[in-house]
């Protein structure tokens, strides 16, 4: 299907869509670029790259798929490095877990050559990062978002809805605000409540001591507490605006149950957790009641 | 080791209990008892129990250790309904997660006979709740604490700590109080946020799109806001004031990181990610840097 796959940015997602294309027989080669060079030279050491590139440009050179798996702050810089060898005739996707800035920053870097760039998101991850975690079945099984504008060329959408297909993803597409709103609520806001349950905890003196005896479920609970603070603190700030709108619809939730915890308003507590513990009973995860496939 | 378990509640938790005891070689019989007579007639189908009892006293007659396995708030009732049989040379143990009111309820339903009694929370449990998910397994490996009092024998108190390590598990003592904190911090409040966190989407009118999206993330974010309403409202309701105090502290840094948002602060906001980050990288349940083992 493609010739070859430029990757930019060697860690965990960008190395596990090339181990996945490769698995799959998407590409033939894999010419890969990371920041840092000791990271280019471990994923071609595994057998994540099959060559390494000293540059995002000359990853980019002679590639007819190009994916970027940098962190969402370094779209615009890295697109703005490869704009000169973009063609219409390239596939050219990221993996940010935000969208309406990824958009922006691929617009102003890229401008009459935006058409080519599709902005993708695929709803997977681990708590681990880098190369060495890379995995070819990451991808397999999930779904992938994306959010087209109208200057995306439809064979490169096409050409993407394809790819992710052909890596067993379901593929969705939103606009990229919409995107954005509904990360805020399902991924971004439990990051961020995760994390402040750990710096609460921890800033307690019996901090060590609570920790100590927690269970399976604060290890689930929690397990998104452990991702990479710099990739974090990139997504928290992108979206920061539709996260706090979602922090503050939380704590409204939050102080109900509270509310009826102070008042010992066991019905109207019962109520409240009968609620949440329905829904989340009948959840299944990619399931989709609302969004609808293209 | 002992003749006769009477179990009083065939749930998850209580039927676990009967078969690891069974399947460890800790009873020879087991007689059950549950306020639903359907409960405990499957109870006895699916092996869990050798005999039904029809009463909580008739479920404790005869048994040399009996297990209450019933919501928080049922433990004074049930330690009621049985005192009449309890002796000096019966263990009595419960599972609850919530222990200064456990041992206050003992004390005044079973009063001079409260030393039989050894308050025990094995820190276990699943998002699914009933007889038919009773696993032999789910006490294996995990961490129990038993919270005596001045009261307690400690003939009895040696009994319950072989049992809970003959299936498998480790066992530390501390006082209720301090119990009740801990896990107020670790447990009752992250299924709280959990609850929160549900209710806040579905409460809005893209809730269903939203969830559609959700990935393993939320998935594992979430799983515990699938607990039992009617226990979960009994377990907040009973150690409410450690819960609130420590709301208050998740609050204090939930807002620590959405100022760092807000002001884009990009250092302090990582500062805070990477501390939680590591925090949650090197820990491992069950390893005990603070309690003191007895």
Redesign the interface.
């Known amino acids: 299907m493609f010739e070859q796959l430029g990757l930019i940015g060697c860690g965990l997602m960008g190395g596990s869509f090339a181990l996945a294309a490769k698995k799959a027989g998407l590409v033939q080669r894999v010419v890969g670029y990371s920041k840092s060079p000791t990271t280019t030279d471990r994923a071609r050491q595994l057998g994540v790259i099959d060559v390494e590139a000293p540059s995002a440009l000359l990853a980019v050179s002679g590639a007819d798929i190009v994916l970027l798996a940098v962190p969402v702050a370094a779209t615009e810089a890295t697109l703005k490095a490869i704009k000169h060898l973009v063609t219409p005739q390239m596939l050219i996707m990221d993996v940010g877990s935000t969208k309406a800035d990824v958009v922006q920053a691929a617009q102003r870097a890229l401008r009459d050559r935006v058409g080519s760039f599709v902005p993708a998101h695929p709803?997977?991850?681990r708590?681990v990062s880098g190369v060495e975690h890379a995995d070819d079945s990451l991808y397999s099984g999930?779904?992938v978002?994306l959010t087209p504008t109208e200057h995306t060329l439809l064979v490169q959408l096409q050409k993407a809805e394809d790819v992710w297909v052909a890596l067993g993803c379901r593929v969705?597409s939103m606009l990229p605000e919409a995107h954005d709103?509904?990360?805020a609520?399902?991924?971004h806001?439990?990051?961020?409540?995760?994390?402040?349950?750990?710096?609460?905890?921890?800033?307690?003196s019996?901090?060590?001591?609570?920790?100590?005896?927690?269970?399976?479920?604060?290890?689930?609970?929690?397990?998104?507490?452990?991702?990479?603070?710099?990739m974090?603190?990139d997504i928290?700030?992108s979206n920061?605006e539709e996260?706090?709108a979602?922090?503050r619809?939380?704590?409204?939730?939050?102080h109900?149950?509270?509310q009826a915890?102070?008042k010992?308003d066991?019905q109207a507590?019962?109520d409240?957790?009968?609620?949440?513990?329905k829904?989340?009973?009948h959840?299944r995860?990619?399931?989709?009641?609302?969004?609808k496939p293209r």
């Open positions: 709803i997977t991850g708590e999930r779904q978002i969705t709103m509904a990360f609520a399902v991924s806001l439990p990051h961020v409540l995760a994390f402040a349950m750990m710096n609460s905890i921890t800033g307690q019996d901090g060590d001591d609570f920790l100590s005896l927690a269970g399976p479920g604060f290890r689930d609970f929690t397990r998104i507490a452990a991702g990479d603070p710099k974090w603190r928290l700030l920061r996260l706090i979602q922090s619809l939380f704590r409204q939730a939050l109900a149950i509270e915890m102070e010992g066991a507590l019962e409240m957790l009968t609620l949440a513990s829904t989340r009973t959840w995860m990619g399931v989709q009641r609302g969004a």
